[in-house]
Nanobody, 114 residues
Framework: QVQLVESGGGLVQAGGSLRLSCLASGSSISSYAMGWYRQAPGKQREWVATITSDGTPTYAGNVKGRFTISKDNAKNTVYLQMNSLKPEDTAVYYC????????WGQGTQVTVSS
């Protein structure tokens, strides 16, 4: 069983950058595909990015070219580097570990002002 804790959210202006971190405990992230999802108020949770256990990333079309997912197995941490942020990126961002079932973190708030 893995537990996930997100951090790094905050308030930034449009065009700014932010790096989110997801620290895992209880299990090594090397055993999982990892991902980021986000949920804006009143909207469905949407997929943002995933990274396979071997380090291959995949991105949603609306963040491709702006966001980068990466991981550090030694630190048991997954990152989401967010550049050129837009107000529509405002959401709670959730970390996900994928195996025979999905494990979710509690989320971290990202607010992008216009």
């Amino acid at each position: 069983q893995v537990q996930l804790v997100e951090s790094g959210g905050g308030l930034v202006q449009a065009g700014g950058s932010l790096r989110l971190s997801c620290l895992a405990s209880g299990s090594s992230i090397s055993s999982y595909a990892m991902g980021w999802y986000r949920q804006a108020p009143g909207k469905q949770r949407e997929w943002v990015a995933t990274i396979t256990s071997d380090g291959t990333p995949t991105y949603a079309g609306n963040v491709k070219g702006r966001f980068t997912i990466s991981k550090d197995n030694a630190k048991n941490t997954v990152y989401l580097q967010m550049n050129s942020l837009k107000p529509e990126d405002t959401a709670v961002y959730y970390c996900l570990a994928i195996s025979h079932r999905n494990y979710w973190g509690q989320g971290t708030q990202v607010t992008v002002s216009s």
